[in-house]
Each structure stands twice: as structure tokens, then as C-alpha cells.
């Protein structure tokens, strides 16, 4: 094919259309040496508009620069084939097989061993046939019959081909179902695997939580029985200090009440409740009923010489009631007991203690009244 070199600004030209087309850099850098070497812009074009991958476009261009004619690469660049196949319909169409002879076969879809294959055998035909016609002469002409015989026998082989390309055909179908049959289940194992990932993420997560709640609950059980600890030895020492202060507090009551009177005559000491719930120590002294006078006597002592004209006075006189019967007497008059609730007490029977509880209670219906 005769190549002549354009101007630059062409090329230049054709570069920017094809960029505009979308071509690849990688493509346009090969198409501007086509450019370069003198191809016309219509046969670059055949595979630079294309979109091949690289390998295809150098593939083309190569047979492209071994001066093939524009009906082959047409038939390349239009029938879909791989670099190899492309090599294979050039390097017979080299060899003296017509294009016509490359599109058949092209056209069956064959992969490239049995387009190899097929090819041969046109080849071959082509050969035997070209060798019969160089023979023939008047004398020795080759029969009919050996011509219908070669071409039985190519349509044979032909036959042949086409089934084992259905075969193939057939193959590639099984192996398309097979592999999509793959990818699915290797999507699900994907997804399995997705799912496993995010079950072990949440059971950690949860083995976590409940180590994290059983060390809070160790440490607050630590806790508790510290706690417990603490008030325990709070309450000994609590036991521990009322219990010495009780026996100060009784220590303390004995002697003061030695030192407030004399124990000499006296044979015991009584426990008096006060008005405010205080305990008082009384010294006591067993003694037999005294007169009237001697009871005067006591209670002038105890209420004073004032009051010797009270009802009080006379009330006491002859009830027998002992020093600390007195002394509750006393206690109800400071307690705010009536002159009625007095002379009650007096004559109630009761003994010391029981009169120190009487007061009480009416000291104490009075405050809720």
C-alpha cells in the first residue's frame, strides 16, 4: 500500500478530531505515528474510534503497516476478533487465501485454534486446487470427478468444524452457567462471611458488656462488705462507749448523791424519775410508821415552813407515806399537778416507784391536751 507523508497541521487536525471522539492518549499516540508514516486518516480511524484495548489497536496497526489492503482490515476491523485471530487471517491472507475465503471463516465464530484449523484446510485446498490446474493439459486434464471429490471432502471437514464448534459453543454456555453458578455462591459465602464478621463483632461486644457488669458488681459486693464491716465495728465502739458512759452516768449518780446527803442513816438509795425524765438518787431509810408529827415534821422539810397551813399539810398527815413517797409528792407539785391531782396521789396507795409513773402519766395527758 502506497503511503504518502501529510502535512503536520493535518495530522494535527485529525489528532484533535479523534481526541474530541473520545480516544484514549495511549491510542492517539499510536493513530499520530499511523498519521506520521503516511495511513489515511479512514484506516486509523478504524480502530482508533474503536475502543479496543491496546493490544488490539497495535495488532491492527501492525498488519496495517505490512501493506494489507483496506478489504482485510475492514474484515478485522468489523468482525470482533482477538490480536491473535487478527494475526492469523493476516498471515493467511499473506499466504494467498482471498478475503472472501477469511470472512467464511471469520464469520463462525471459532475460536482461534479451530479458526487455525479451518484455515488450514482452506489453505490446503487452495493449494491442491492451484496444483491440479498447473497439471492440467489436452492430454492428462484431471477429471471431474477428483474436483467434486476435494470439494466433498473440504465441505466434510467443514461439516466437522461447525460441529465441534457447536460443541464448543455448547461448552462455553455450560461454562458460562458454571461460573455464574460460582460467582453466586461465592457472593454468598461473601455475604456469610459479612454476616459471621458482624455476629462476632456484637458477641464481643456482649461478652464485654458482661465482663464490664461483673467486675462493677465485685466491686460493689467489695463494697458492701466493707460496709457492713464498718458499721459493725461503728456499733461496738457505740455499745462500747454507752456502756462506760452508763456505768460513769451510775458512778457518778451514787456519788453525787453521797455527797448531797448523808448515807449515814439511811440503808438504801431510790431511783427518783424528775419532771423532765432525769433520774435522781434519794437516800432511803427503813423506818416504821411515824406519827403525825414526825410526818408534819418530814414535810416541812420537804415543802418548807410556808406551807404548813396548806390542805397538803393536812392530807399527808397520818397516810404513813415513806421519805420517797415524800418525794414524789414534791416532784407532782413541781410537775404542775393540781391541788386535787396531789391529794389523788396521796391517797392512791401506790408506792414510790408507782407514783413517780402516775406523775408521769398525768404530766403527760396534760402536755397533750
Not at 484495548?53 to 468489523?78: P, T, V, W
Not at 494467498?96 to 471459532?110: F, H, N, R, T, Y
Not at 454507752?242 to 455527797?259: C, I, R, T, Y
Request: glycine share 8%.
Amino acid at each position: 500500500m502506497e503511503t504518502r507523508r501529510p502535512e503536520n497541521v493535518q495530522i494535527a487536525s485529525v489528532i484533535v478530531e479523534l481526541k474530541d471522539r473520545g480516544c484514549r492518549d495511549d491510542v492517539l499516540k499510536l493513530a499520530k505515528e499511523d498519521l506520521e508514516l503516511g495511513y489515511p486518516k479512514e484506516l486509523v480511524a478504524m480502530y482508533a474510534e474503536a475502543g479496543w484495548q491496546m493490544d488490539r489497536c497495535r495488532k491492527f496497526s501492525s498488519i496495517m503497516r505490512a501493506n494489507s489492503d483496506g478489504e482485510l482490515l475492514r474484515l478485522l476491523a468489523e468482525g470482533g476478533f482477538n490480536p491473535y485471530q487478527m494475526q492469523l487471517l493476516a498471515n493467511y491472507y499473506d499466504k494467498g487465501v482471498a478475503v472472501a475465503q477469511l470472512s467464511d471463516v471469520g464469520s463462525k465464530g471459532l475460536t482461534a485454534y479451530d479458526m487455525e484449523q479451518a484455515l488450514k484446510l482452506v489453505y490446503q485446498a487452495n493449494r491442491e486446487a492451484g496444483a491440479a490446474q498447473g497439471k492440467e493439459s489436452p492430454e492428462t486434464e484431471m477429471p471431474q470427478e477428483q474436483d467434486v471429490s476435494k470439494t466433498e471432502e473440504l465441505c466434510q471437514r467443514e461439516k466437522e468444524l461447525e460441529e465441534r464448534q457447536e460443541i464448543n459453543n455448547k461448552q462455553a454456555s455450560e461454562n458460562a452457567k458454571l461460573r455464574t453458578k460460582v460467582e453466586s455462591l461465592e457472593k454468598q459465602v461473601r455475604e456469610l462471611e459479612q454476616e459471621k464478621a458482624g455476629y462476632d463483632s456484637e458477641k464481643r461486644s456482649i461478652l464485654e458488656e458482661r465482663d464490664r457488669i461483673y467486675r462493677k458488681n465485685q466491686i460493689l459486693l467489695e463494697e458492701k462488705e466493707q460496709l457492713i464491716a464498718d458499721l459493725e465495728e461503728v456499733q461496738k465502739e457505740k455499745d462500747g462507749l454507752e456502756q462506760s458512759l452508763k456505768g460513769k452516768e451510775d458512778k457518778e449518780m451514787v456519788q453525787a448523791a453521797k455527797s448531797s446527803r448523808d448515807m449515814g442513816n439511811h440503808d438504801f438509795v431510790a431511783a427518783i424519775k424528775g419532771r423532765n425524765g432525769e433520774t435522781r438518787l434519794v437516800p432511803m431509810e427503813r423506818m416504821s410508821r411515824r406519827k403525825p408529827e414526825g410526818i408534819r415534821a418530814f414535810a416541812e422539810k420537804i415543802f418548807g415552813k410556808g406551807r404548813q397551813g396548806s390542805g397538803l399539810i393536812k392530807q399527808l398527815t397520818g397516810k404513813g407515806l415513806n421519805p420517797a413517797q415524800m418525794e414524789q409528792v414534791r416532784m407532782a407539785i413541781q410537775a404542775g399537778l393540781t391541788e386535787q391531782e396531789v391529794g389523788d396521789l396521796i391517797d392512791s396507795g401506790f408506792s414510790a416507784e408507782e407514783m413517780a409513773q402516775a406523775v408521769e402519766i398525768v404530766v403527760a395527758e396534760k402536755a397533750y391536751q
